[in-house]
């Protein structure tokens, strides 16, 4: 039977996408995707979420049609999810870590390791830098017993882009988790450059210390990354726990704004007392889908992504989801019965 999957629906997104075709591959259950990122100024599948299909299509040796850019609607038949090497070439500066969110719970499952050898951005604008999967994102997906590994050869930014990431993972078996109680002792960090004078990544560390104690934070190691990769730009990630916050170098942007601009978004998130920040739970929604067991999470608050992946994990598992707003954050609990 194929499962059809409105991509308007709630914020309509790349998120309807990249959880729907992640579902189909695990549960080997076929699914047409329409409408996709309807409400978006350039409607259809954009050349990142063309390449996210494209590896999910040759892990399970899938069927699919309507896999172009620019295409509104995508039916994707998968076989069995095979472990192994792959290569991905996102083309310029399309997001790595974007496509990580698609191909990830996929490689959960298979049999196998699986390595993933990927090249374009990893510092972009609308996703998470490489900093944020490594410290913030893969430790939440280690909570659920998934066994990954990564390592940044070069960094991306755009338009050059040009990233180079490496992911290994394991065969691993999803637990339930509580995650509702904030983590984390000091605030930590990473303040990136390519192709910048040094100082770009010192003022950037600097402000956001600064703009962090002044509010009575705790701030511990703030490391510099300092390259001449390919690209040319700048980033932060901070972080506290399984909270964090991030920023983009712009031209004509003075670094110490880049810096506060970051610190001030880890510093909401963690005055609200949750356990994570509100685009983690965007990525943790699957997964909790997806565990043995009931799943709990405290969140910042609730994204229009999140409400969406919600909607499309229930809609395709059955996994019942509750959502509470307690205080200033919100608590999201996913029901005991295991996704089949």
């Known amino acids: ?53 494209e590896i999910a299509r040759d892990m399970t040796d899938a069927s699919v049609e309507g896999l172009r850019h620019g295409s509104t609607e995508v039916t994707f038949h998968p076989g069995p999810i095979k472990p192994g090497n792959y ?50 994102t893969m ?21 050059a882009g040009n990233g180079h990431v490496i992911v290994r993972t ?16 000091a605030v930590e960090g990473v303040s990136a450059s390519s192709h910048l004078p040094s100082h770009v990544c010192e003022r950037q560390a600097k402000a956001a210390v600064e703009y962090l104690r ?37 031209r004509g942007k003075p670094a110490e704004k880049v810096g506060r601009e970051a610190a001030s978004q880890l510093a909401g998130a963690l005055k609200s007392g949750a ?23 405290s969140a910042s608050r609730l994204t229009d992504h999140t409400a969406a992946g919600i909607r499309v994990v229930e809609q395709m598992t059955g996994r019942k989801f509750e959502i509470k707003r307690i205080d200033e954050k919100t608590l999201i609990r996913s029901s005991g019965t295991r996704a089949e």
Request: proline share 6%; net charge negative.
């Open 214 to 250: 002044s509010q009575g934070y705790d701030v511990g190691d703030i490391q510099l990354d300092i390259r001449n990769d390919t690209s040319l730009g700048s980033s932060i990630t901070l972080y506290k726990g399984l909270a964090g916050g991030i920023a983009l170098g712009e």
């Open 275 to 297: 356990a994570v920040d509100a685009h983690l739970a965007d990525q943790l929604i699957i997964y909790m889908a997806l565990s043995e067991g009931e799943s709990s999470i």
């Open 170 to 185: 394991s065969p691993s078996a999803l637990q339930g988790i509580d995650l509702t109680e904030p983590c984390g002792i």
């Open 1 to 53: 039977m194929l499962l059809t999957v409105d991509g308007s629906v709630g914020e309509g997104g790349g998120q309807i996408l990249r959880t729907a075709i992640a579902l189909s591959a695990i549960m080997q259950k076929a699914v047409r995707i329409v409408n996709i990122r309807k409400s978006r100024p350039r409607p259809g599948l954009g050349i990142q979420h063309v390449k996210s299909i």
């Open 87 to 136: 290569t991905i070439n996102m083309g310029t500066a399309g997001s790595i870590t974007l496509a990580l969110q698609s191909i990830l719970p996929i490689a959960a499952y298979a049999p196998g390791p699986v390595t993933l050898d990927m090249t374009g951005g990893t510092d972009v604008k609308w996703a998470p830098p490489y900093d944020y999967f490594h410290s913030v």
């Open 139 to 159: 430790p939440a997906l280690a909570r659920f017993g998934f066994h990954i590994e990564s390592s940044l050869l070069a960094r991306g930014f755009f338009p």
